[in-house]
């Protein structure tokens, strides 16, 4: 758990917004098409305390694999181009 702590605050505030926003867009929140939605309320919601808002999401691995699925993106593509 510290590492991913470590990871998310080494993120710079861009960064972390992006990832609110993608877990938001992963669990229903919000659709593709309101991406720019989900990012301004994630900037406006983001803390000191965000890493720790995101580590307490249980299922917050499917939900950034949803969230960037949505987005165009592909966990499964990524990790055969890195093996």
């Known amino acids: 758990m510290a590492e991913l702590k470590d ?3 080494g993120l710079d505030d ?3 917004v992006d990832v609110i926003a ?3 867009l992963g ?3 919000f659709s593709a098409d309101e991406w720019t939605e989900a990012q301004a309320l994630a900037r406006e919601r983001h ?3 965000s890493a720790d808002y995101l580590i ?3 299922n917050l691995g499917d939900c950034l694999e949803e969230g960037a699925a949505q987005l165009g993106f592909s966990c499964e593509e ?3 181009n890195r093996l």
């Open 56 to 58: 307490g999401i249980p």
């Open 22 to 24: 993608m877990v938001w």
């Open 78 to 80: 990524f990790e055969i």
């Open 47 to 49: 803390t000191d305390r």
């Open 14 to 16: 861009d960064e972390v």
């Open 7 to 9: 990871a998310i605050d």
């Open 27 to 29: 669990r229903g929140d």
